[in-house]
């Protein structure tokens, strides 16, 4: 088995957005990790999800506070696995064989891969990728001499992993209220206080920490940025506790704790009045990282639920052969493949814009942070629906353990709480269209692409763009409390014509297979209510988009 050669829909992804020589490399890497996550990482995932769970070693013998994590061996595993692959390394540094950096897409292309099967270990690679960029980005030349090489490493140094630490007891969401302080002394600065919800705490080898300087204004304007040492040079802990871990529902893999800071030697990051600023970049980073282990998630359950069809009876039949459940497969095939040609296909904005490249407009940064809400809403939604049609496939099945069903919709529903609730990411939408016109920026950008298109398939997306439209001058007038009431509704409809106009596109350059596709995505998604409908498409089409996607894996494997 190799999540990677069995899915040739998502293998064309780098090729069309990769240069010939980067993607001869990245081909044959994601070759190698595919079957890696297919395989022992899968049992290793499942093995600390049932059993070997993260534990906090509070006291040694002699009774003194060390607050070490234990972690699993095979995690520990994975965790050289992953890294030694370049994942966050090779998007700040040279990739030996190639001799030049790497990229967002090719770092995004293996955590879609390792998500299929740990999303839960996802989440400190998400945390390593902010902390390198961070560095990279704004910390000083000493700062990054003394970290970074750690937190690139792949293999030929120290490992550090990374972590940001918002979250605290009274903020949540409100990161303004938050009161952890920064002394400074006569040998720098000192951080005293408490993160509430801290992930990767034990594990990573320094942390980047918003907190409050002395005298600094309240609100966000007064947080500054550090760079937080777990451990001192002697390997003594650097005046850090750990208070607990929290019991979670799911991504069990990732220690999240209560964290107390007394008097933690910090290192200042960047700008001290920008250390909001600098965290809110870093939050757009991860929340396209969450945004691609929902796609994971997604493919994994979608994948389950298909095998499990394909072979279980049921009435003397497969369950495949029920038009229902051939109706349920080929509508998660279909938004899976748009989906994640969506989000992949939007990446080379996101890497220009987070590169700062020459050539970056005001319109390419407004739409950057527009698609990121839209996509991480849309995607950690779609995740937790996927894992739960995979639970109803498989029946009484789905939901034992023996099963992956369960992990899967553990690790799917915190998704859509880490990184913004859809009530944070439909009033970020809000602010965007409010602040720099991201509507009509918006607007602007889905027309001029279907510009050039023709098909019947094409008035049922301009319908959805007139739609929007009149939503959006509704809004102009109307008072705030309507603003934010209809923000997730903007947001909703606003990612349907975004994947439409994409399904649109793959479409005119696709075979029939993918036109037919796209014709299930428009339907589906712009259908105008519960009327009796003559063509059965899914059904129809079942050959094409399921049973001939799994022809296509079976030719690739041989």
Not at 74 to 98: A, C, F, M, Q, W
Not at 253 to 259: I, L, Q, R, T
Not at 306 to 325: S, T
Request: with cysteine; net charge negative.
């Amino acid at each position: 088995m190799n999540f990677y050669k069995e899915e040739p829909q998502f293998r064309a992804l780098p090729k069309e957005l990769l240069d010939e020589e980067f993607f001869e490399y990245a081909d044959r890497e994601l070759l190698v990790f595919g079957e890696k996550c297919a395989n022992e990482i899968d049992q290793r995932a499942r093995f600390t999800d049932r059993e070997g769970q993260p534990k906090l070693i509070k006291f040694d013998a002699y009774g003194d506070d060390i607050s070490e994590v234990w972690v699993n061996e095979g995690y520990r595993k994975t965790v050289e696995d992953s890294y030694n692959t370049g994942i966050v390394g090779y998007v700040h540094k040279d990739i030996p064989e190639l001799g030049r950096r790497g990229n967002y897409i090719y770092s995004y292309a293996q955590g879609y891969l390792l998500s299929q099967t740990q999303a839960g270990f996802y989440c400190p690679v998400t945390l390593k990728m902010a902390t390198a960029y961070l560095l990279d980005q704004y910390a000083s030349p000493e700062l990054k001499e003394k970290f970074l090489p750690h937190v690139l490493s792949t293999g030929e140094t120290t490992l550090y992993e990374g972590a940001t630490f918002l979250t605290e007891r009274q903020g949540g969401s409100d990161v303004g209220a938050n009161v952890v302080k920064a002394v400074q002394t006569a040998d720098g600065y000192k951080i005293y206080g408490e993160k509430y919800f801290a992930s990767n705490a034990g594990m990573c080898g320094v942390a980047m920490v918003l907190a409050r300087k002395e005298g600094a204004p309240s609100g966000t304007k007064g947080l500054t940025l550090f760079a937080v040492p777990w451990r001192k040079e002697d390997g003594k802990l650097n005046g850090i506790k750990i208070r607990r871990l929290k019991d979670k529902l799911g991504v069990r893999a990732v220690p999240s704790a209560e964290v107390e800071f007394d008097g933690a030697e910090a290192f200042l990051v960047g700008d001290p009045a920008k250390g909001f600023y600098y965290m809110m970049e870093a939050l757009n980073l991860s929340r396209v990282c969450n945004t691609v282990a929902s796609l994971g998630i997604m493919r994994r359950a979608y994948r389950e639920a298909r095998e499990y069809a394909l072979k279980r009876d049921a009435f003397g039949k497969k369950l495949a052969d029920f038009p229902m459940i051939k109706n349920s497969l080929v509508k998660m095939a279909v938004k899976l493949e748009i989906e994640t040609r969506t989000v992949f296909k939007y990446l080379p904005l996101f890497e220009k814009v987070m590169r700062n490249e020459q050539g970056v407009s005001e319109k390419d940064i407004v739409l950057n942070r527009l698609y990121i809400a839209l996509l991480k809403k849309e995607t950690s939604e779609q995740a937790v629906h996927f894992t739960h049609e995979a639970i109803e496939m498989h029946g009484g099945n789905g939901y034992i353990e023996d099963f992956v069903t369960p992990r899967l919709l553990r690790d799917a529903q915190v998704l859509t709480v880490w990184e913004g609730t859809a009530n944070i990411l439909g009033l970020e939408v809000l602010r965007l269209m409010e602040k720099f016109d991201a509507g009509e920026l918006f607007l602007e950008e889905m027309k001029e692409r279907i510009a050039g298109i023709e098909g019947e398939f094409l008035d049922q997306v301009r319908g959805g763009i007139e739609q929007l439209e009149k939503l959006l001058a509704s809004l102009q007038k109307a008072s705030h409390d309507h603003k934010t009431f209809h923000s997730k509704r903007v947001a909703e409809l606003m990612v349907k014509v975004f994947e439409s106009v994409n399904a649109l596109e793959y479409a005119e350059g696709g075979d029939e297979r993918v036109r037919r596709m796209m014709e299930v995505y428009i339907e589906e998604t712009w259908k105008s209510g519960h009327e009796f409908v003559d063509q059965l498409k899914p059904v129809d089409y079942f050959h094409e988009v399921v049973s001939g996607f799994l022809s296509q894996e079976k030719s690739l494997v041989k």
